[in-house]
């Protein structure tokens, strides 16, 4: 004989698991792009660092200046780009 008993849906098993699931599918990999984010939003910072020391130092001045403004790009490109990650449900 066979149980014709239906199982009950994930939906209605584990609402916490659903939800998370719903919300990988609306947005596939979001926690990998934060942190992808965070991680090359570090090394921009790092760069910085070692340009800005490079800059007070008062060593090869105008090879490190556009270097450094381009490290403070990233950086600001990356806090962007997380603060838009954050936004999206």
Not at 4 to 11: D, E, F
Not at 29 to 47: D, E, T
């Amino acid at each position: 004989m066979t149980n014709n008993k239906s199982k009950p849906s994930l939906k209605y098993t584990d609402r916490e698991r659903y939800d998370r699931l719903r919300s990988e599918a609306k947005a596939p990999y979001r926690g990998l792009r934060k942190f992808v984010y965070v991680a090359f939003g570090a090394s921009g910072c790092i760069g910085g660092l070692v340009f800005f020391a490079q800059i007070l130092s008062g060593r090869d001045v105008a090879g490190a200046l556009p270097n450094f403004a381009l490290q403070i790009g990233v950086v600001a490109l990356m806090v962007w780009l997380f603060r838009l990650e954050g936004r999206k449900p």
